[in-house]
């Protein structure tokens, strides 16, 4: 088989991407082969739910925040800005959701092609050119996000958010054209942004809730057989054990390089969360994504975000 994805096989996302196409060939005992085309080889990140669709590759890697109509109803996990903070937790939130709210996984199989495997970002956090201690820093700053519904966020904050393609933002952010970037924590780090904005502003409990997604084509999961299937939900709880301990090590692991560096990091307070946890943009976003998903066909797009919100709570209480 061959998979496709946009990253390279190194720091977080190659760790648990590799990791599992280890686990297939270990539990197979080598009856699975995966070729993985790395760094947007065969296709990039906009490409792939197309591409697996039409068996470009058999699987990929899918970044649900690419595909804000397509995958309307997976972007609802965009909508909770406070989940889980462990790695445990978050696992537990993912599973519960696609298992018990059919309408997201639907959504994929309209594609034709089914999750195989799920991981979880590093939590938001910021570079910035100049000195970013609290979210008040944040007014009149020109800061890139990458979804929609974090650009309405930083404008409660008064913040100038930009939309800027992800290929062009480190370019952006070292002309000037943009004074920050907000994303995902080791993006920053793996992409070397930090280096450029030294001013780094940390969210340990503002989780990214959308997460990474492996698919395959549903035509090649068809044809296999049931003892292959078993292989992938294998594969995938022995890669989930194994990615769990590097990614509970990586947030901090981060920090003290930045600070080995003499890059200024700072944590936001526990009341700085809770505030940003309680900007109006947030109902917002949600009034704004029903109205879209009803407009899309949706069957009470309002019973989603609920169901979602008790197993979120339920998985951070676990």
Known sequence: MTYATNT????????????????????????LQVVPYWGASVLNGDETLNGVESGVADMGFININYYPNQLLLNSAFQLFPLGPETFNGKMSAYHTIYDEVAPLREEFAQYG???VYLYPYLPYAGVFNESVTSFDDFEGLRIRASSQWMLNLLADLDATPVSVPWSDTYQSLQSGAI???????????????????PNIFTTQRLWIGTPM?????????????????????E???QAEQVFGRYYANEFERIAEKQRDAGYTVTAASTEEVDRFAELPAIER????????????????????LDQMKTLID????S
């Not at 390279?8 to 009856?31: K, N």
């Not at 997604?213 to 939900?233: G, Y």
Request: glycine share 8%; aromatic share 8%.
């Open 179 to 197: 004074d920050g970037v907000f994303t995902n924590y080791d993006s920053l780090s793996r992409t070397g942004m930090d280096a450029i904005a």
């Open 213 to 233: 997604v492996i698919t395959i084509n549903q035509n090649i999961w068809n044809s296999l057989s049931e003892q292959e299937r078993s292989w992938f939900s």
């Open 235 to 237: 594969a995938a709880q």
């Open 285 to 304: 976003n949600r009034e704004l994504w029903i109205d879209s998903a009803e407009q899309a066909g949706a069957e009470e797009p309002g019973a989603i």
């Open 8 to 31: 390279a096989p190194t720091d977080l996302r190659g760790e648990a991407e590799q990791g599992f196409l280890d686990a297939l060939v270990d539990i197979s005992d080598g009856e």
């Open 113 to 115: 092609q089914r999750i």
């Open 314 to 317: 339920r998985a951070g209480d």
